[in-house]
């Protein structure tokens, strides 16, 4: 599984991985991860989560020790309060920051220089009730715009650039899903640039976000969040 390059905004990397690992891809992948982390592999009931995870951090590693120059199984990973991977040890100051996202066979990798960055990227289901998921978790005015304000036949694509944008924004602060998906709003019509419109998340400016579309195989969605 060979990570290469899409297109991205200055300053920030983008690596895409397709394709599910052969035997002897993992075998190797796994050699990179450190003892915890074969822990947290083994605790995986299910096989294809476990190869999933090997798979991911492996691919991170090999990422991470391009970037530094350095061997990916002396890298030290340690997570915040919510999840959200780091650095640490002695890359700890290296100024790097990353972020991952995986769906399907897809995986996606974002490192920057100083600059929080967050990626999503989701496979299309059939049948998904994007309406009633908006009106669930989205803010008020979203769900508005995605029923009114296109066709029907878009709701779809438009649900999923809604989705991966707001996503990729809580990975970017790193708080996961302790802010809730109503408390800011994304664009996600066709006709729209990617940005963030409103926040009620006390200390956060909109402007203080940039948002990208990625591009990704066909039948997935994705974005990147970074702040300025």
Same mark, same amino acid.
């Given at each position: 599984?060979?990570?290469?390059?899409?297109?991205?905004?200055?300053?920030?990397?983008?690596?895409?991985?397709?394709?599910?690992?052969?035997?002897?891809?993992?075998?190797?992948?796994?050699?990179?991860?450190?003892?915890?982390?074969? +822990? &947290?592999?083994?605790?995986?009931?299910?096989?294809?989560?476990?190869?999933?995870?090997?798979?991911?951090?492996? /691919?991170?590693?090999?990422?991470?020790?391009?970037?530094?120059?350095?061997?990916?199984?002396?890298?030290?990973?340690?997570?915040?309060?919510?999840?959200?991977?780091?650095?640490?040890?002695?890359?700890?100051?290296?100024?790097?920051?990353?972020?991952? !996202?995986?769906?399907?066979?897809?995986?996606?990798?974002?490192?920057?220089?100083?600059? +929080?960055?967050?990626?999503?990227?989701?496979?299309?289901?059939?049948?998904?009730?994007?309406?009633?998921?908006?009106?669930?978790?989205?803010?008020?005015?979203?769900?508005?715009?995605?029923?009114?304000?296109?066709?029907?036949?878009?709701?779809?694509?438009?649900?999923?650039?809604?989705?991966? &944008?707001?996503?990729?924004?809580?990975?970017?602060?790193?708080?996961? /899903?302790?802010?809730?998906?109503?408390?800011?709003?994304?664009?996600?019509?066709?006709?729209?640039?990617?940005?963030?419109? @409103?926040?009620?998340?006390?200390?956060?400016?909109?402007?203080?976000?940039?948002?990208?579309?990625?591009?990704?195989?066909?039948?997935?969605? !994705?974005?990147?969040?970074? @702040?300025?």
């Amino acid at each position: 599984m060979q990570p290469r390059a899409v297109p991205a905004p200055p300053g920030i990397d983008l690596w895409l991985v397709e394709g599910i690992a052969t035997e002897s891809e993992r075998s190797l992948l796994q050699g990179l991860l450190s003892e915890d982390e074969r +822990a &947290r592999a083994s605790a995986f009931k299910v096989e294809d989560a476990r190869a999933s995870f090997i798979v991911s951090r492996g /691919l991170l590693r090999t990422i991470l020790g391009d970037a530094l120059a350095c061997d990916p199984a002396s890298i030290r990973l340690q997570e915040g309060e919510h999840g959200k991977p780091s650095l640490g040890g002695m890359h700890a100051q290296s100024g790097i920051e990353f972020n991952v !996202a995986h769906s399907g066979d897809v995986f996606l990798y974002a490192v920057s220089r100083g600059r +929080a960055v967050g990626v999503d990227v989701e496979r299309k289901k059939e049948g998904l009730a994007v309406e009633a998921i908006a009106q669930r978790y989205f803010a008020p005015e979203e769900a508005r715009r995605l029923l009114e304000q296109a066709p029907s036949e878009q709701r779809v694509p438009n649900f999923y650039r809604c989705w991966t &944008r707001k996503e990729a924004y809580l990975k970017a602060k790193g708080t996961g /899903l302790t802010t809730k998906l109503d408390e800011f709003e994304v664009t996600f019509l066709p006709d729209e640039p990617p940005a963030m419109l @409103r926040t009620e998340i006390v200390g956060e400016d909109p402007h203080d976000w940039q948002v990208f579309d990625v591009a990704v195989p066909e039948g997935y969605v !994705a974005a990147l969040v970074a @702040r300025r």
